[in-house]
């Protein structure tokens, strides 16, 4: 563990850390009458992640390592980045193609979803497409399949869309 805050003998120590401008305490320390001793982050970054431990030591008081620390796992949640649209194969008559999306970046991973854009708005659904890989399959091509297909990404965190234009 790596110490990141403390207040010791009447004085807020923060060490050199890179969450040393982007944390603190919440409320006053130095209020005799202020219990909380809640801290903060600000601009939260996803290696920020991990686990905290707060402890606090009366000066003269017997430690009981069960009683004087608190323990908090904190996930930073990270929205996935636009995510890049392919297609692979050859868009002719009779043909299979899968269409591809995939985003960079999100925690937790992102799910995929494909749908084709109106004016023929139409939804997929396994087998044809998989929500994990961010792949669609289209099968004996047809000119009407021809369109604007969109790929949204999405995690708790946010969403991001990206689109292709299969011409048969």
Request: overall charge positive.
């Amino acid at each position: 563990p790596v110490q990141i805050l403390a207040y010791l003998g009447g004085v807020v120590k923060v060490e050199e850390t890179d969450l040393k401008h982007r944390m603190g305490f919440l409320y006053p320390i130095h209020s005799f009458h202020n219990r909380n001793i809640s801290m903060f982050i600000n601009d939260t970054r996803e290696q920020d992640s991990g686990q905290y431990m707060c402890s606090v030591n009366v000066v003269d008081d017997t430690i009981r390592l069960d009683k004087n620390i608190g323990i908090i796992n904190l996930t930073v949640l990270v929205p996935p980045a636009a995510p890049t649209c392919q297609l692979h194969g050859s868009a002719v008559v009779g043909a299979n193609v899968t269409l591809s999306c995939s985003s960079k970046k999100g925690k937790p991973s992102p799910v995929y979803q494909w749908q084709r854009e109106p004016p023929t708005l139409q939804v997929f659904f396994p087998p044809a497409q998989d929500r994990t890989r961010g792949t669609l399959k289209l099968t004996n091509l047809s000119l009407e399949m021809s369109g604007v297909y969109v790929c949204r990404a999405e995690n708790q965190a946010g969403s991001k869309n990206c689109s292709i234009v299969l011409e048969v």
